[in-house]
C-alpha cells in the first residue's frame, strides 16, 4: 500500500467481509441466533403485517338430521399481528493519529484492523444472541442486595454471561437512574457479582446495558426473544399488537411456560412440556436449548437410573435420555452459554424466524465503511441489524421451562 486513509481500508474490509465471512463469523460467535430462519417477509415502514388464525370455525361445522336446517354459518376467527424492526448497532473508533502513525507499517494496520473488526461482528453477535434470552425490555438482571457505597454488585435472575468485562451499565429506579454509565471490570460468575466504580443503589431494581432505557419505547429496543414469545400476559399485556390478557384476550396468543418452581429437570418434565404444546396448539417442537449447567443435571440424574442390557440400546423406561449427537427424543439439545442457568426452552424453527431488514453487517451506504467522525480528529465504522424476532403461532413456537434446580457452577 502507498498509505492508509479511508479509501485503502475500505477497499480492504470489502475484499474481505463478504456474506460468507460474515456468516462464518456469526456462527462462531452464537448457538442459537445462527440457528433462526430468516423468514422470507420483511418489515417495512411500521412494521410487518399478517393474519393469524386465533379460532376455527366452530359455529358453522357439526353432524345433523338428513333434512335438517343447515348450522348457523360461522368463520376462521383470525387476528392482525404486527412485527416492528429494532435497530442494532455496533461502532468502533480509530484515531487520526494511529492510521498517520501506520504510514509505512501499512500491513500490520491492517491486520490490526481487520482483528478489530472480525472479533466487533463476533461481540456485536454474541450480544443479539443474547437478546434471544431476554424479553426486549432491555433488563439484564436484578440488584441483589442495596448497595451504599460499594464496588460489589450481587445480582440475580438474570444470566450471568451477558455481563461482559468492558460493558458499561445503568441500573434503573421507576425510570430514575440511580447507577448511571458505570463500567464493569470484573464478572465474578458463580457469586454473581459485579466489579464497578463506588456506587449506590437500591435493592430489587433492574440492571439495563448503558443507555438501553432510555427513551425506550412500550415493547423496549431489543429484539423480542424467547421469554416475550412464551409469555402468557403475565409480563407483557400485548405480543405483536395482539392481546395476552384483560379485555378483548385471545388465548390463543397466549405463550406456554412452566414454572418449575427449584425442581430438577427429568424425561417427565419434557415430557409434559412436549404435551402442553401439542394439546394447546398442535405443536412439534424439534429443539431444545439450555446452559450447560441444566445438561449435566439431566446428565447426573437420568443416566445412573438407565438400565444396560447386553445387544440392547439404554433405556431409562421413561426415554433415551440426552444422546451423544445431543438429540433427547429426536429434538436437537444445543448448550447456548447465553441461556440462563435455571431454564430449558423446547421451540420450532419453522415458527420462530428472523424478520430482518438488514442482516449484521458493516454499513457502507455513503461507499466506504470507515467515516470521518465528524468534530473529531477521528474514523469510525460500524455494524448495524435492522430486524426483530417472531412468530405467527406463540404456542406452536416455544415452549419455556423455568425457575429448575442448578448445580454448583
Known amino acids: 500500500m502507498a498509505g492508509v486513509d479511508t479509501t485503502t481500508i475500505t477497499n480492504l474490509v470489502k475484499r474481505v467481509y463478504t456474506k460468507d465471512v460474515l456468516e462464518n463469523l456469526q456462527n462462531q ?87 478489530q473488526m472480525d472479533e466487533g461482528l463476533k461481540d456485536a453477535t454474541k450480544e443479539i444472541n443474547a437478546q434471544m434470552f431476554r424479553d426486549g425490555s432491555g433488563k439484564i438482571a436484578q440488584v441483589n442486595g442495596a448497595i451504599s457505597p460499594s464496588t460489589s454488585l450481587v445480582y440475580d435472575h438474570g444470566c450471568p454471561t451477558h455481563f461482559k468485562v468492558g460493558m458499561f451499565i445503568d441500573v434503573l429506579n421507576s425510570g430514575t437512574k440511580e447507577i448511571d454509565s458505570v463500567e464493569i471490570t470484573d464478572n465474578d460468575i458463580p457469586t454473581q457479582t459485579l466489579t464497578i466504580a463506588s456506587s449506590t443503589c437500591t435493592d430489587d431494581m ?92 439431566y446428565i447426573a440424574l437420568t443416566l445412573p437410573s438407565v438400565k444396560f442390557e447386553p445387544g440392547k440400546k439404554r433405556d431409562s423406561g421413561a426415554g433415551k435420555g440426552v444422546e451423544a449427537d445431543g438429540v433427547w427424543q429426536g429434538k436437537t439439545w444445543t448448550i447456548d452459554t447465553d441461556c440462563p442457568f435455571d431454564e430449558v426452552i423446547l421451540w420450532n424453527d419453522e415458527y420462530v424466524e428472523r424478520y430482518d431488514v438488514r442482516d449484521l453487517s458493516f454499513d457502507d451506504s455513503d461507499g466506504k465503511i470507515l467515516k470521518w467522525d465528524q468534530g473529531y480528529d477521528a474514523f469510525v465504522m460500524y455494524a448495524k441489524h435492522y430486524g426483530n424476532v417472531g412468530t405467527i403461532h406463540p404456542r406452536k413456537a416455544a415452549f419455556r421451562i423455568t425457575g429448575l434446580a442448578t448445580p454448583t457452577f
Open 206 to 297: 433492574w440492571i439495563y446495558r448503558e443507555d438501553t432505557a432510555d427513551n425506550a419505547p412500550t415493547d423496549g429496543k431489543e429484539i423480542a426473544g424467547f421469554p416475550r414469545i412464551t409469555d402468557d400476559g403475565s409480563d407483557v399485556a400485548t405480543y405483536e399488537g395482539i392481546i395476552r390478557t384483560g379485555a378483548g384476550y385471545i388465548s390463543a396468543w397466549k405463550g406456554l411456560e412452566y414454572a418449575a418452581g427449584g425442581a430438577n429437570i427429568s424425561d417427565d418434565m419434557l415430557q409434559q412440556a412436549c404435551a402442553r404444546g401439542k394439546v394447546y396448539a398442535g405443536a412439534k417442537y424439534n429443539n431444545i436449548t439450555s446452559n450447560t449447567s441444566q445438561v449435566r443435571k
Open 29 to 115: 460467535a452464537a448457538d442459537t441466533w445462527p440457528k433462526l430462519k430468516k423468514s422470507s417477509k420483511k418489515p417495512n415502514g411500521e412494521g410487518l403485517f399478517g393474519g393469524n388464525i386465533s379460532a376455527g370455525n366452530q359455529r358453522g361445522q357439526g353432524s345433523q338430521n338428513e333434512l335438517e336446517a343447515l348450522r348457523t354459518p360461522g368463520h376462521q376467527v383470525t387476528n392482525q399481528y404486527k412485527i416492528v424492526p429494532k435497530v442494532f448497532t455496533h461502532l468502533i473508533r480509530l484515531s487520526g493519529l494511529s492510521m498517520d502513525v501506520a504510514k509505512g507499517n501499512e500491513d500490520s494496520f491492517a491486520d490490526n484492523q481487520t482483528l
